[in-house]
């Protein structure tokens, strides 16, 4: 109940900072299954909240179901290419009891597919359905054939699935995490942390989806705790500012994320940009920010299941100076 009050309050001191926001009440109908630039399903102002959810299918339960794909575009109006998009996580809570996750015969780091074939047979297919309480936010699974009969965990729900609309003319699937964002399946993405996404197009033509009630890194299976939940959302934009990647922030670190393959591009992106993030905005030698990193500095595998694998780089903001060079990402 306590917890339920600070998140009420908090989401009223955001509204009340910013005296010109609104508050859209949001319900999606249909999702997407690509990012591209499309008829917008809302249009909302920088500071704008947004109380909505992520959409529901049988995907999630034991009925099985096809993937309800992601909520958007939400366009903003005012944002350009020279601008970056801001959105601050609120609130994630799933509002349902169930999540699915499970194993694959063709998708999944530990399993022969396609690309990546063995001499042996794939990992049996497996659907796992979690009974989620969300008043307790822990989510349990039954074990029939292991010591342990039932597991109980404690859930960090997160949004698998925060992007722009691509460049030029293109159109991607929802799977695909790069540049824009995209299925990106950090689990830094979560309640209380902040994205920022580069823009393409005029109005970014924002999408999210794709919650995890918990997911660990590297999503090894190819599924996170799959479930739907009521998501509330302020974005905002920071003008005249471009970035390269997606960042992330939260209290304690600051966040880049760079998806490619092969995993060891993936990391070098995320960890270049950093580097250049605390030389152009933190005022440090490009080297010795390059030195100070390498002691400090933690990466998270985000994922290594997806079209493109995604590396966090984090950067411990207790290290930091305390004021920037000029106007960076908050």
């Given at each position: 109940?306590?917890?339920?009050?600070?998140?009420?309050?908090?989401?009223?001191?955001?509204?009340?900072?910013?005296?010109?926001?609104?508050?859209?009440?949001?319900?999606?109908?249909?999702?997407?299954?690509?990012?591209?630039?499309?008829?917008?399903?809302?249009?909302?102002?920088?500071?704008?909240?947004?109380?909505?959810?992520?959409?529901?299918?049988?995907?999630?339960?034991?009925?099985?179901?096809?993937?309800?794909?992601?909520?958007?575009?939400?366009?903003?109006?005012?944002a350009t290419p020279e601008d970056t998009l801001v959105v601050r996580?609120?609130?994630?809570?799933?509002?349902?009891?169930?999540?699915?996750?499970?194993?694959?015969?063709?998708?999944?780091?530990?399993?022969?597919?396609?690309?990546?074939?063995?001499?042996?047979?794939?990992?049996?297919?497996?659907?796992?359905?979690?009974?989620?309480?969300?008043?307790?936010?822990?989510?349990?699974?039954?074990?029939?054939?292991?010591?342990?009969?039932?597991?109980?965990?404690?859930?960090?729900?997160?949004?698998?699935?925060?992007?722009?609309?691509?460049?030029?003319?293109?159109?991607?699937?929802?799977?695909?995490?790069?540049?824009?964002?995209?299925?990106?399946?950090?689990?830094?993405?979560?309640?209380?942390?902040?994205?920022y996404l580069p823009i393409f197009h005029d109005g970014a033509y924002?999408?999210?989806?794709?919650?995890?009630?918990?997911?660990?890194?590297?999503?090894?299976?190819?599924?996170?705790?799959?479930?739907?939940?009521?998501?509330?959302?302020?974005?905002?934009?920071?003008?005249?500012?471009?970035?390269?990647?997606?960042?992330?922030?939260?209290?304690?670190?600051?966040?880049?994320?760079?998806?490619?393959?092969?995993?060891?591009?993936?990391?070098?992106?995320?960890?270049?940009?950093?580097?250049?993030?605390?030389?152009?905005?933190?005022?440090?030698?490009?080297?010795?920010?390059?030195?100070?990193?390498?002691?400090?500095?933690?990466?998270?595998?985000?994922?290594?299941?997806?079209?493109?694998?995604?590396?966090?780089?984090?950067?411990?903001?207790?290290?930091?100076?305390?004021?920037?060079?000029?106007?960076?990402?908050?």
């Open positions: 109940m306590a917890r339920k009050m600070i998140l009420s309050v908090l989401l009223l001191v955001f509204i009340a900072c910013t005296a010109a926001a609104e508050l859209h009440y949001f319900r999606p109908s249909r999702g997407h299954l690509s990012y591209s630039v499309r008829k917008p399903v809302l249009r909302v102002h920088p500071g704008d909240v947004i109380e909505t959810n992520t959409l529901y299918s049988d995907f999630f339960t034991a009925k099985d179901g096809p993937w309800p794909g992601e909520v958007g575009p939400i366009f903003v109006q005012g996580i609120l609130k994630i809570r799933p509002n349902i009891p169930t999540g699915r996750s499970g194993t694959s015969t063709s998708y999944g780091l530990l399993t022969a597919t396609d690309l990546t074939p063995m001499l042996h047979d794939p990992v049996p297919k497996k659907a796992h359905i979690w009974k989620i309480d969300v008043q307790k936010m822990t989510a349990s699974l039954d074990l029939p054939q292991s010591r342990i009969k039932t597991i109980e965990v404690e859930l960090k729900p997160m949004l698998g699935r925060l992007a722009t609309a691509p460049p030029a003319d293109q159109a991607i699937p929802a799977g695909v995490p790069s540049n824009f964002g995209g299925n990106m399946d950090a689990s830094d993405a979560c309640e209380g942390a902040t994205v924002f999408y999210f989806g794709d919650v995890h009630a918990l997911q660990g890194d590297g999503e090894i299976t190819g599924m996170g705790i799959e479930t739907s939940a009521d998501v509330t959302l302020q974005i905002d934009i920071l003008k005249g500012k471009k970035i390269a990647w997606p960042r992330l922030e939260n209290k304690d670190y600051i966040m880049v994320a760079g998806s490619v393959r092969p995993l060891i591009d993936a990391f070098r992106i995320a960890h270049v940009e950093m580097v250049k993030w605390l030389e152009l905005e933190y005022g440090f030698d490009r080297w010795e920010a390059l030195e100070v990193f390498s002691q400090v500095g933690c990466a998270r595998v985000a994922n290594v299941v997806d079209p493109n694998f995604t590396v966090v780089a984090k950067f411990p903001k207790r290290y930091l100076p305390a004021g920037p060079l000029s106007p960076r990402v908050p």
